[in-house]
């Protein structure tokens, strides 16, 4: 007996060591996320602050006349900048003192308090059971989103009033004190914003019929009294704009983000535009309301809630960016049996919630619609089509565990420094992979925008300066060919426009088609592969950033011909930016080379045949003509491409480790459950 006590001791105390290891490890992080959610409050505040006057806190200064008083006189809707309800104006005149102030601090610091409140009121709705991490992290994560959020940062900007309604109608559903104070809670909510009375049929559908007669009598009343006390403004916005329709700006502007403003903007109008919003706009509420019940009974009330607010905003005939916070709500919604799916549609959410639409949707015409409405058809999807799981549903808490690759043997101790992770044998989730595509190059766009040199003339003599130095470097070496080769090539006029033609076009195909086939053919090859790549350019931007090159084509004393965007002016000042979509002076690291050189590597390790291997090598060295030829790089250039490749390709290993070897991923769509065989051992 002695002996079995002693040796429980060591086994518990191991125990209880690692129980508190882990209790420290959570409280480290919430404390970490409380900090950021702080800073990004600071943040908003400080971008409110840095806002010119006159152009932050405009709708808020509606309430202010020409000479800084008041303006309690005369209509809420003479100018039509006041978009909201005359019971919303009703309330607010007693709070327009803030209005008066320089900077609108109390409305400002007001707006963040309703900001936290609701993150908090959103983290404790969250459908149960909820594990200790997420409960312990869930309320920084919803606040920390939230401030990230566009809605809430056009809130703070324009001064805005649209948080409330949403944190009336979640403290009505899940704070409030019987039926009768849930009913008080959201018809005032109704009367800020009215579409969202269509809380009061999922009420009643959900049992809670006295709520439902509760929200609909309070609007009655609060739309009553404003209609009492402001009869003239009131008949402005129910009659003569049509619950609001015209207030606010166009209703074809893009930041109307409702099915009315969808349409509009495919050149519908008149009957058959009105006829078409109803007969959708029914659609939506009937299968919205229909969906929002079942999640209710199911016992996820809170995406009941989203839903049904998602749906208030595509039948609502304005939906400004200020009131579209409900989509953000629907992440809380679990999509997918897979566990490697489990994140498709939370993450989609925030990059639509956070995210301007021109950095996730790329610039082509025949996408414009699609980029033009995200917003509303996250909100749609959400309503109508997005498959979320019910709890009973086996999926809900055990998601289908994703299978993995036996681990490689590495050269090192300490590689991979990142063990977690591990070599999925299925394919990534291709809406994922796309978004996080165009995001990542979105970003890489910008980065590489903001680092420019060519912006003011100090930045172009940086540029130039650099140049100078990498000629001066090359005719060391003996390897300034640039001259030669560019003449040479611009008398052929065949080789020239095939060089032209390689430089503008292959550089983003062939990349693309080498991801396309590994993620089709190779999964585990292409996680592996698309982490380099990543690295590479991540690497690149540094370049860019630390030293602005101009190419051989711009710089002034060389002869240099430009092939492919023709003779510049070098009197111009900005003749260095050709357009406002790139910056011109990104030439060192070459990613054009680097890039192909990529692509090289990779179809050398994969390829199955020896002229596929060729071919792949092929590539990069018609790149690296191709960018001499055409006079936008220097040699030195693909020298620094090839050596950010390499590091990229060495930073992956260093994480990760070596690539898989001798693993065939399992067929998709199979049982992801079986155990995964390696084939090197059988």
């Keep these: 007996m002695a002996d079995a006590e002693d040796g429980g001791r ?14 420290a490890r959570l409280r480290v992080a919430r404390l970490g996320l409380w900090l950021i959610a702080a800073v990004l409050a600071v943040r908003q505040v400080a971008v409110v602050v840095r806002t010119p006057r006159g152009e932050r806190l405009t709708d808020l200064e509606t309430w202010v006349g020409p000479d800084g008083v008041l303006q309690v006189n005369g209509s809420l809707y003479d100018s039509t900048r006041f978009t909201g309800t005359p019971f919303n104006g009703l309330v607010l005149k007693p709070l327009t003192r803030s209005a008066e102030q320089a900077l609108g601090w109390g409305w400002t610091f007001g707006t963040l308090l309703l900001v936290a409140a609701l993150g908090l009121v959103a983290a404790r709705a969250l459908p149960q059971p909820v594990g200790r ?4 992290l869930a309320a920084p994560v919803a606040i920390s989103l939230l401030m990230l959020s566009l809605p809430v940062r056009n809130t703070l900007h324009l001064g805005q009033t649209s948080v409330l309604p949403v944190l009336l109608v979640l403290l009505g559903c899940f704070v409030a004190h019987g039926q009768r104070a849930s009913g008080v809670c959201l018809g005032v909510a109704a009367a800020l914003q009215p579409t969202l009375l269509l809380f009061a049929p999922l009420l009643w559908c959900t049992g809670r019929r006295r709520a439902a007669l509760c929200t609909g009598a309070t609007f009655a009343a609060a739309t009553g009294l404003a209609w009492a006390a402001m009869p003239h403004d009131s008949a ?10 015209g207030l606010g700006g166009r209703a074809d502007d893009l930041a109307n983000q409702s099915l009315h403003g969808a349409l509009l903007r495919l050149g519908l109008t008149g009957p058959l535009e009105i006829a078409l919003f109803l007969a959708l706009g029914a659609a939506v509420v009937a299968l919205g309301l229909r969906r929002a019940v079942r999640y209710a009974r199911d016992g996820q009330l809170l995406l009941a809630v989203a839903v049904t607010g998602c749906a208030a905003i595509a039948v609502s005939p304005t939906a400004w960016q200020h009131q ?46 699609l980029r033009d409405n995200i917003v509303l058809l996250a909100a749609l999807a959400a309503a109508t089509a997005v498959p979320f799981l019910s709890r009973t549903s086996p999926s809900y808490q055990s998601p289908i565990p994703a299978g993995y690759a036996p681990a490689v043997p590495t050269r090192f101790r300490r590689v991979p420094l990142l063990p977690f992770l591990r070599r999925v044998l299925t394919r990534p989730n291709l809406l994922l992979e796309l978004l996080l595509i165009r995001v990542t190059y979105a970003g890489y766009s910008m980065v590489r925008l903001a680092a420019t040199g060519g912006s003011n003339a100090a930045g172009r003599a940086r540029a130039e300066e650099h140049g100078h130095q990498i000629h001066d470097l090359e005719r060391f070496l003996r390897i300034d060919v640039e001259h030669a080769v560019n003449h040479a090539v611009a008398k052929i006029d065949w080789l020239r426009d095939f060089f032209d033609f390689y430089y503008t076009s292959f550089h983003f195909v062939v990349p693309l088609g080498v991801l396309g086939v590994l993620y089709w053919r190779r999964p585990v090859d292409y996680r592996w592969a698309r982490s380099a790549l990543g690295f590479t350019t991540l690497l690149a931007l540094a370049g860019f950033w630390l030293y602005p090159l101009a190419p051989p084509r711009l710089m002034p004393g060389l002869g240099i011909i430009d092939t492919v965007h023709g003779v510049q002016d070098f009197s111009q000042p900005d003749y260095g930016t050709l357009t406002a ?12 080379f680097g890039w192909s050189l990529w692509c090289g590597l990779v179809i050398m390790l994969l390829a199955p045949t020896p002229w596929l291997r060729a071919l792949g090598l092929l590539h990069p060295l018609c790149t690296v003509a191709a960018i001499v030829a055409t006079g936008n790089h220097w040699v030195l250039d693909a020298a620094g491409g090839a050596a950010v490749v390499v590091a990229g390709f060495a930073l992956t290993y260093l994480f990760q480790g070596p690539r898989a070897r001798g693993v065939r991923a399992v067929a998709v769509g199979g049982d992801e459950r079986q155990p995964v065989r390696d084939p090197a051992r059988s």
Aim: glycine content about 6%.
């Design 10 to 23: 060591p086994a518990r105390a191991f125990g209880t060591t690692a129980a508190g290891e882990v209790r």
């Design 133 to 136: 991490r997420t409960a312990l």
């Design 236 to 245: 402005a916005y129910w009659v003569h704009h049509m619950a609001g329709v």
């Design 324 to 369: 579209l916070l409900w989509v953000l709500l629907t992440a809380v919604g679990r999509v997918g049996a897979r566990a490697s799916d489990r994140c498709v549609w939370p993450v989609a959410v925030i990059l639509v919630m956070t995210l301007p639409a021109k950095m996730i949707v790329p610039n082509i015409g025949a996408l414009f619609p």
């Design 581 to 592: 979509l790139t910056n011109q002076y990104a030439a060192m690291p070459s990613l054009h």
